[in-house]
């Protein structure tokens, strides 16, 4: 028998419990948390998901045993391109309840005296950004202090536009983490876990004017829902919806959210390094599960935005998406991944190459959607790198990005050379012919020449703000060239 669907959703906020209607939860959280609850410590300052003003602290409890204790952190994640509805089921922390009364926390109090804090429209970002770094110390049971690299890391996605970084380092720095309270025990509970797990099983469908919500319990009724409503957005995280959305050029009117279909949590990786990830799997946990698997991915996933949007957004979102610039999938189709699509017909699979048709155009048909992406990491031995060019190192769009593979046989002739660039055509593409040209050939500063000749006529890429075609093709010859020195020694 169908589940009766909730006309709310649910979510506590500092330890209180809130349903909210379809009237509000097509509201971004950071709108809800100042308009609504007068809780004006958040700020809203790019609306963009790229400054960090925004910064709440976030726990999903998962759905079910299966995925009981994913992770029992409270992460960081911006409130400003974010929707209600999205958040049904977590448990969210904002800055205005981390001092108790006029009692700063450890990480407010070194802020303040080592002149940290600087202006009202940053400082609540940063001290929230720290915090979410310190519960993920206190979870992994680290009680000293916080390592100053660490602690950078944490605060790339967070913007001072004035004054500078070296002062909230130091107070990052200075205080001993068994200092501070765990969030997660102070704002949660086993009754809210109950409360929000019980809720967690049941679809939602939610319908006003201006938004219309659907999270059904499983793929078949999402396919189905899909297919009597193409104009309808499968959301993920909505990272970059959420930012059109904020700039008015097209609304989130009308969704489908995965957030409560077990099946889509499942991350997988075989004996043989095989890696299938669900749509629900995030950029952040895809890195921990990596980390030690493939470091070359884990160090690309740390260039690859900020801790706040890695910590909600999705592996299949940043595919799904089909932006030529995205930067998952040069690396996907040097791994040769394959999209499983689940739609009313069933279910079917597609090669990552296959899957971009166009500008923004996949193979997608009506009610279809990307249940998971499976890819095999590269094997011992072979030659492997992850490239991104962009003005800034952190949390910027890609101009170029690349992900390069190479075998060598034992008489050293490349075998399986897998070359693959975004934005250096209307979508991400592998460069069959330069690849065939590699093929079966000992490396030398020749091969690479004739290598680097051949993409210059492979390649069409596009002029945007982000460079010119023609600069867009110097660089990606000379990534090639980069990574046959890195990993060949060999100069062209
Ligand atoms: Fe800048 Fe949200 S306001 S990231
Ligand atoms: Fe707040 Fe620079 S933006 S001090």
Sequence with gaps: MALKPRKTVLLYINGVRHEIGADRAGWMLADYLRVSMGLTGTKIVCAEGDCGACTVLRFFPGLGKKNAGRSREFLSVNSCITTIAQLDGSS??????????????????????????????????????????????????????????????????NLCRCTGYQQIVDAAASFEVRTCDSVGKRFYNGAQEKELKAALAKPVSLASEEFIFFAPVGLGEACRFLARAPAARPLASATDLGVVHNKGIRRIEKALSLHLVPELYALKISSSGVVSAGARVTLAELRRALKEKCPEVARFLDLFASPQIKNIATLVGNVANASPIADTPPFLLACNAVVKIAGPRGKRSVPLKEFYLGYRKTDLRKGELVASIEFTLPAA?????????????????SCVNAGLALGLDKKGAIRGARLAFGGMAATPVRVARTEKILEGKVPSAELLREAQASLQDELTPLSDVRGSSAFRRVLAGNLLKRFFREKLEIQS
């Design 92 to 157: 969210l922390v904002t800055i205005d309840a981390l001092a108790k009364g006029d009692e700063l926390n450890p990480v407010q109090e070194a802020m303040k005296s080592c002149h940290g804090s600087q202006c009202g429209f940053c400082t609540p970002g940063f001290v929230m950004a720290l915090s979410g770094l310190v519960e993920k110390k206190i979870g992994a049971g680290v009680g000293g202090k916080l390592d100053r690299k660490e602690a950078q890391n944490a605060l790339t996605g």
């Design 381 to 397: 031995g072979e030659l492997f790198a992850l490239y991104k060019v962009s003005e800034r190192k952190d949390l910027d769009i």
